[in-house]
């Protein structure tokens, strides 16, 4: 039959096109690095919620005929896979010619109007006709030569600053798309995070040449404009490094010490030396140094295949622990709050996704974590390493397509797993390893000045040694005389003060921390508990909004549609419920010791509770009481106990399950009666009930017999109360049938 030619149906090739960009995220991504790559100075995004329309445009260069028949109606025929420096010499990002099927990802169809130093044209699409069995070479768009301007293509827009932006902006050359209806729903939410990717889209670096605007129906010019974060930022370190060919250079600034008027003393009885005042003064601590050395062991020799790349990287301590300020003389008013959390990488100033990305796996795509938890010691270790936390720093590393051993994988979503890519995540972990290095160094020498200038060390060795003595001479039956006894036992009443107060400062510090890891606990227990229907809720709103889409895409049922819509509703309340119970409990507000109302704490817990677990009736007696406390501590026994109640209440077939809380004053002190209607303690704990409130007791089983409770609630709970002085009374559950009964005296926190 001879030879005969290979064909693609349309379908496959859009097909193609959403295997690149799956995302919503993605496909906007794909559109304004094209506009990048045009040389365009401004990059402008309208949604128009009453048309469902979006406007992406560019002030670039505009596509002539030949240019969008060639190279954009071509798929994969790229007219960047040569030559990819533009004519401001950007290099530019795309390369595999099927970023225009990012249109079809965002919405049904498209009409682009675009105008080069050759005039303007008009080109449309249906993204439908792509369907199966349709030939692709039958697949056709609309080219026309137009002669009306980019202002009456805008013209049906609704908002006024979005012509004012493109008045302004758009002087000569141009392409705007005008995309309808999109297929996702635009909400609050998802607008929210398009932003905010978009935000982190390109560094704050380039700003100077490129800028992204994104509107909505009332925004204005100011608050369309989309400001990048920037490494700029006051942290207390910032480390910045060059690579080129086999050159290292890595620059450390200092900015997390302020010495004042002690300056001098601190830094001579420290021994810093005289290198080291300019350290503090201002001045980069510069290394020089051969790729190949840095990187290379003594079987491996690592030469640098990854071609030229810098970066910078910012650190903040985040929080400080009482008493150091004044041992390590911290900055007053540094900034605590990096700019974002993890390491971003860009290529060619747009971000390489999802390195750094918070909201997936490769947030800590370095694994500082697990480096910390293998080293967990404190900068001023005189033995350990001191490790950097994950949220503990931020960062930007700049690479660019001639790194072609890191070659991005097609559905743009990271690079490619090559060998050069794991040395580049080595690279950067011993330019990290610099400053931890150097920030060691630092703390170990004020740490020894401190215990030098106050020396309650000594002063405890002094009081052990003395004590030790004692021991001694009673174990000998030695009966020293008078001035011997004073002399090897007795100790000044200062030196005992500070080693006092020393201990008292430390223990305070611990017991703050150890505080809000039981609050933190607290919200595991019950997230834990109730996982399965938070995963079914997640399940069930996204399915009813699949039914309300479906019903106003196919069906054209209103009602059927509002029904489904109100039921999303019912599930983004209950998760509104979850949130109040869990996450508001570890809020700072929370964290405040202060006089809270207990009626009305004890009320809002009660509802929320009644929104997740509506088959419980759950009643509060609690008169006005106002009582000095934490208050996410307070919440913590209430939610640990019923989170206790209705995990029982699941394995019963039984309803009518009841939770009752009554609260009263008595003596000053305040009393919690708490009792539910459930089958009680089992035969484990029946006859000694306080066995319960041991950490890691538990009798809760699968249906395989696993243990699967945590036994930490009760044991949360016994801890809470003790802070406040107070009693936990399980008695009543020797001699009750049924039920689970507690009562807990709370006197006063300590």
């Not at 106003?552 to 209950?574: F, G, T, V």
């Not at 206790?644 to 394995?651: D, E």
């Amino acid at each position: 039959m001879g030879k005969i030619k290979f064909d693609v149906d349309a379908y496959t090739a859009r097909l193609i096109g959403r295997e690149n960009v799956s995302r919503l995220e993605s496909a906007v991504a794909e559109l304004v690095k094209n506009t990048y790559d045009a040389d365009a100075s401004c990059c402008v995004l309208y949604y128009e919620k009453s048309t469902n329309t979006l406007y992406l445009a560019d002030n670039g260069c505009g596509m002539t005929s030949r240019v969008i028949k060639k190279h954009w109606m071509t798929i994969g025929n790229s007219s960047k896979k040569r030559k990819f420096t533009s004519k401001k010499g950007r290099i530019q990002t795309g390369a595999k010619g099927i970023g225009r099927f990012a249109l079809d990802r965002i919405g049904d169809s498209c009409t682009m109007f675009t105008k080069s130093n050759s005039g303007a044209l008009e080109w449309s699409v249906d993204w439908t006709s792509f369907s199966d069995g349709t030939p692709l070479t039958s697949v056709s768009a609309n080219l026309d030569s137009v002669t009306y301007s980019v202002a009456d293509f805008i013209s049906s827009a609704v908002n006024d600053n979005f012509k004012e932006c493109i008045k302004n902006e758009f002087k000569a050359t141009c392409t705007v798309f005008k995309i309808y209806p999109v297929r996702d729903v635009w909400n609050e939410k998802q607008i929210k995070k398009l932003r905010s990717n978009l935000i982190t889209l390109v560094p704050q670096e380039i700003s100077g040449i490129f800028n992204i605007y994104f509107f909505e129906e009332p925004t204005t010019i100011e608050d369309a404009k989309l400001i990048p974060s920037s490494t700029d930022s006051n942290g207390d370190y910032k480390i910045a490094f060059d690579v080129v060919g086999d050159s290292v250079k890595v620059k450390i600034s200092r900015n997390e010490f302020d010495f004042k008027a002690k300056r001098e003393v601190v830094l001579t009885g420290a021994g810093f030396s005289n290198e080291d005042r300019e350290f503090f003064g201002g001045k980069e601590i510069c290394h020089e140094i051969s790729f190949c050395k840095l990187m290379s062991s003594r079987k491996i020799v690592v030469n640098n295949t990854i071609g030229n790349f810098s970066g910078v990287f910012l650190f903040s301590k985040i929080q400080q622990q009482v008493g150091d300020k004044e041992k390590y003389y911290y900055k007053s008013g540094n900034q605590t709050e990096l700019p974002w959390k993890g390491v971003r990488i860009y290529r060619d100033n747009f971000r390489v996704r999802p390195y750094g990305d918070p909201d997936s796996s490769a947030y800590d795509w370095l694994l500082l974590s697990n480096r910390k938890a293998k080293s967990p010691a404190a900068p001023s270790h005189v033995d350990g390493k001191w490790r950097v936390s994950a949220d503990q720093i931020c960062g930007t590393v700049l690479i660019s397509r001639t790194n072609i051993t890191l070659p991005d994988q097609a559905n743009r979503e990271g690079f490619v797993e090559t060998p050069e890519f794991q040395v580049l995540k080595n690279f950067l972990l011993k330019i990290i390893e610099f400053f931890e290095s150097d920030r060691q160094y630092v703390f170990r020498k004020l740490n020894s000045y401190y215990e030098k200038t106050h020396p309650t060390q000594q002063f405890e060795d002094e009081i052990s040694k003395k004590a030790a003595y004692e021991e001694k001479k009673k174990e000998h039956n030695e009966q020293p005389n008078a001035v011997d006894s004073i002399a090897h036992t007795t100790v000044e009443a200062s030196k005992a003060k500070a080693v006092i107060e020393e201990r008292d400062a430390r223990i305070q510090s611990l017991e703050d921390e150890n505080q809000l890891l039981r609050a933190l606990a607290t919200v595991g227990i019950v997230t834990n508990t109730y996982v399965h229907e938070i995963r079914g809720g997640t399940n069930t709103l996204g399915l009813k909004l699949v039914m309300t889409k479906e019903e106003l895409e196919y069906d054209r049922d209103i009602d059927n549609a509002l029904k489904y819509i109100d039921e999303a509703i019912a599930c983004q309340e209950s998760f509104g419920a979850w949130f109040k119970v869990t996450i508001d409990s570890v809020r700072k507000d929370r964290r405040t010791m202060k006089d809270v109302n207990l009626q009305e704490l004890l009320e809002e817990l009660r509802i929320s509770w009644m929104r997740n677990c509506s088959d419980t009736e759950i009643t509060v007696e609690c008169e006005s009481i106002f009582f000095r406390c934490f208050p996410y501590e307070i919440e913590s026994i209430i939610n640990n106990l019923i989170a206790n109640s209705t995990s029982v209440f699941k394995t019963e077939a039984q309803t009518g399950h009841k939770i009752s809380i009554q609260v009263e004053t008595r003596d000053n002190f305040v009393n919690i009666y708490y009792q539910d209607n459930g089958p009680g303690l089992s035969d484990k704990y029946k006859k000694n009930p306080d066995l319960i409130m041991e950490a890691m007791e538990t009798d809760k089983t699968d249906s395989d017999g696993e243990i699967i409770g945590t036994g930490m609630g009760m044991w949360i709970i016994g801890k809470t109360v003790k802070d406040y002085n107070g009693t936990v009374d399980l008695s009543k559950n020797i001699d009750s049938e049924r039920g689970f009964h507690v009562e807990i005296t709370l006197k006063g926190r300590r």
